[in-house]
């Protein structure tokens, strides 16, 4: 599904029917009403989603057949991840917060803790686009204009913690393979990462289907994405 062609419909569409003016009108209330049922109906949705997550996991800790070997091969993979993610959403965007504002980072990211749970608990940024809408509007005083034109761009295009999950994943395969990246490789893990991430399904798991594109590009089997699926929800 090509996500960021649709979002990009979207915004000249709305485009198109401001410049209609009053007759434009209708379709505008139309298209809120049905945001608003929209978010109502993925809040409903979230109650279970945690439900079929575990059962999916659950699934694939079974098909496993030396469950103590995985986790031994896996665990630098896990670390070096979760290290990225907590280095990147920790320390580099606040940084670049405070750069813009000059105002405490932190005190913003207290306001989002229910959006945050709700990340991971279903590893969706689609999922998490409702509650992350609500508390950025209500706990953060961001305008509405702003909140509801920007977090649906940015849960699409601006996909930092899968490009970083990606080369991580790719990088790891590599040297499961025993195959020895040079920098004309790595550069293009980089590119490809950066690229496939953007317009990626924002659902669990997503992520998966754009390594396989990194891997083709550096000439990598994609058999070994099946290990990645198992430890997705951890990463």
């Given at each position: ?89 920790g320390i580099v965007l606040p940084l ?140």
């Open positions: 599904m090509n996500i960021l062609g649709l979002v990009l419909f979207a915004m000249v569409f709305g485009v198109a029917l401001r410049k209609l003016g009053e007759e434009g009108e209708e379709l505008i209330r139309f298209f809120n009403a049905f945001n608003e049922a929209t978010m109502v109906l993925v809040s409903w949705i979230m109650w279970y989603v945690p439900f079929g997550i575990m059962f999916l996991v659950g699934s694939k800790i079974v098909e496993m057949e030396d469950v103590g070997l995985l986790v031994t091969s896996l665990g630098k993979y896990i670390f070096a991840s979760i290290l990225g993610h907590i280095i990147h959403g670049i917060y405070f750069g813009f504002t000059r105002k405490n980072p932190f005190s913003f990211l207290s306001g989002l803790i229910t959006p945050f749970t709700t990340a991971f608990a279903t590893c969706s940024s689609s999922a998490t686009l409702p509650s992350m809408i609500k508390c950025i509007e209500e706990n953060n005083g961001v305008d509405k204009r702003i909140s509801r034109f920007i977090l649906p761009i940015g849960a699409t295009v601006n996909m930092d913690g899968a490009a970083i999950f990606q080369c991580i994943a790719a990088v790891f395969i590599a040297q499961l393979n025993n195959y020895e990246l040079n920098a004309g490789q790595i550069f293009t893990i980089l590119v490809t990462a950066t690229a496939s991430s953007v317009g990626a399904a924002g659902i669990p798991a997503g992520g998966i289907i754009t390594i396989a594109i990194i891997l083709e590009a550096i000439g990598l089997p994609t058999n070994d994405l099946s290990l990645m699926l198992a430890v997705d929800w951890i990463v």
